[in-house]
């Protein structure tokens, strides 16, 4: 009896023993993403998360043999929460990797946790040039706003644009967006009547265009994060602006393909540069767009979601080259150097700037298939962020 029992105990012991070595290897590669899931940027985080479950759809959940778990937290877009959240998913759901970040100012909170804990953070959303100079351990999949602002400065004293007054939310993507359309604008021989800021948090858009209206410039150039656009194009609109002889321009988050479909005729003719468009034509982002409004009620991807689809890609692409194993400084070197070809075209992980270098594309929205799109008739190759400072 003794005997029997010490035997079962040794048995279970050793199996115990198997049994937690095995558990140990195939622990989840865990990713934490935090997006804005609510709140003013609520669009944003349902289009990357749409995004990453369409990749994991694709490509399974399962990476070099090991299991891979998308931990979702909202945010709201409140910095605050960003950073606590983050600081959870580190020490309690021990994530291999942090990634979303709907706002540059949840970035900006997450950079210290991510040096801190080694953990790679992999930005999909947020374009404020400095985010990578944060920390040594951001890897971006998103875009900038200084990249996509100078094609645009150059496009319109070209054509007919020679003033402008510039608008835009006050705060990082939108400092850059003024400072890099404005510098090269002014270097291109143009004139900017004004530069007005107006509040991320709840806009009221019209006591701005009622100033741009007495300024009378050839043009507004815009930026308003993603999810705003339409309120500024309906204002525009109601305002009389088009009416009164001043063009608008903007980066692609005002014409946003998440809003564009319902923004209405006002809409028609404006010319926006941007790194990504749903009607941007190749067999990928075809596929993608496709895949991408089975999957969602018909919704139809925007250039966050194409931030997201990536951002799962260079996230999978590393741990592939890990084997499985993972481990923050050789996921982060993983990541560094990728290239392939993303729905918006071809794109490179700058290995010494860890920030994404792609085309930029000069578009005009105009009617096909009965919808608005962004369609493109320019492009510039392979651009770098003109925003770094080293
Ligand atoms: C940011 C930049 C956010 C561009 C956006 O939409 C956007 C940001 C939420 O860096 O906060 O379209």
């Not at 926006?272 to 496709?290: C, D, G, I, L």
């Not at 920030?355 to 105009?366: A, P, S, T, W």
Request: hydrophobic share 45%.
């Amino acid at each position: 009896m003794h005997k029997r029992t010490l035997i079962q105990a040794a048995a279970c012991a050793a199996l115990l023993a198997a049994g937690g070595a095995a558990f140990a290897q195939q622990a989840p590669f865990k990713i934490g993403l935090i997006l804005p899931m609510t709140g003013q940027q609520a669009t944003t985080g349902r289009q990357i998360e749409a995004a990453a479950r369409l990749w994991i759809a694709q490509n399974g959940d399962t990476v070099a043999g090991r299991k891979v778990e998308l931990v979702l937290k909202d945010d709201a877009s409140v910095p605050d929460q960003t950073r606590r959240l983050a600081q959870e998913l580190v020490v309690n759901d021990k994530v291999d990797v942090l990634a979303g970040m709907g706002i540059t100012p949840s970035a900006m909170a997450v950079a210290p946790i991510a040096t801190q804990s080694r953990t790679p953070l992999v930005v999909m959303a947020a374009a404020t040039s400095s985010i990578t100079e944060a920390s040594p351990w951001i890897v971006r999949t998103s875009f900038t706003l200084p990249q996509v602002s100078v094609a645009l400065a150059d496009w319109a004293p070209k054509n007919n644009i020679k003033s402008v007054v510039t608008l835009v939310s006050d705060y990082g993507p939108g400092i850059d967006a003024e400072r890099f359309f404005s510098e090269r604008f002014l270097f291109n021989g143009g004139k900017v009547a004004d530069k007005l800021r107006v509040p991320l948090r709840s806009p009221d858009f019209a006591p701005f265009l009622q100033k741009v209206r007495d300024l009378k410039p050839d043009a507004l150039f815009v930026f308003v994060p993603s999810g705003a656009g339409a309120a500024v194009m309906k204002q525009f609109g109601e305002r009389g602006m088009d009416k009164a002889g001043i063009r608008l321009i903007a980066t692609g988050d005002v014409t946003d393909d998440d809003q564009l479909a319902d923004m209405g005729d006002v809409a028609l003719g404006v010319v926006t540069s941007h790194h990504y468009s749903a009607a941007h034509p190749s067999a990928a982002n075809k596929k993608f767009v496709e895949a991408f409004q089975k999957a969602n009620k018909n919704l139809r991807p925007n250039f966050m979601a194409v931030g997201g689809y990536d951002g799962m890609r260079v996230i999978y692409e590393s741990l592939k080259k890990t084997g499985g194993k993972g481990g923050g400084q050789a996921l982060l070197d993983g990541m560094k150097g990728q290239i392939f070809e993303s729905p918006r075209g071809p794109v490179f992980i700058d290995a010494q700037t860890r920030d994404i270098v792609q085309n930029v594309y000069l578009r005009k929205v105009e009617r096909k298939d009965g919808q608005l799109y962004n369609v493109e008739f320019d492009v510039l190759k392979d651009v770098k962020d003109p925003g770094k400072t080293k």
